[in-house]
C-alpha cells in the first residue's frame, strides 16, 4: 500500500505563487516517477509536470517557464513551484506516485487532489 498526501493549494492572485508538495509513504521500494496532474471543472485531468527517476522533467506547455517539479528522494517527495499563476490555472491539483511496492509490484496512487484558485 501507498498513501499519497498533496499540500500546499489556496487562493493567490493572479501573478501570484504557490507551491505544492506531494509525499508518498509505504512499502515503496523503488520509484518510477512522481508528478501532478490537474482537472478542470468539467474535463478530464491533464498531465501538469512529472519527475522521473532518471531526473528528467516533463512540462504541459501551459506551464513551461513557469512551473517547477522537485523531489526530494530522502522523503519522497515532490514539490510543484508555481509563480506567475493565471486565472486559467484554477483547478484541482492531483498527485500520483508510480513506484514499486515491495510484495504487490509496480503500483499508480494517487493523493486527494488540493485545490488551486487563481483569482483576485
Known amino acids: 500500500q501507498v498513501q499519497v498526501v498533496e499540500s500546499g493549494g489556496g487562493l493567490v492572485q493572479p501573478g501570484g505563487s504557490l507551491r505544492l508538495a506531494c509525499a508518498a509513504s509505504?512499502?515503496?521500494?523503488?520509484?518510477?516517477?512522481m508528478g501532478w496532474y490537474r482537472q478542470f471543472p468539467g474535463k478530464e485531468r491533464e498531465l501538469v509536470a512529472t519527475?522521473?527517476?532518471?531526473?528528467?522533467?516533463n512540462y504541459v506547455d501551459a506551464v513551461k517557464g513557469r512551473f517547477t517539479i522537485s523531489r526530494d528522494s530522502a522523503k519522497n517527495t515532490v514539490y510543484l513551484q508555481m509563480n506567475s499563476l493565471k486565472p486559467e490555472d484554477t483547478a484541482v491539483y492531483y498527485c500520483?506516485?508510480?513506484?514499486?511496492?515491495?510484495?504487490?509490484?509496480?503500483?499508480?496512487?494517487w493523493g486527494q487532489g488540493t485545490q488551486v484558485m487563481v483569482s483576485s
Open positions: 519527475f522521473a527517476s532518471d531526473g528528467s522533467t
Open positions: 509505504g512499502n515503496i521500494f523503488s520509484f518510477y516517477a
Open positions: 500520483y506516485a508510480d513506484v514499486h511496492v515491495q510484495l504487490w509490484g509496480r503500483r499508480v496512487s
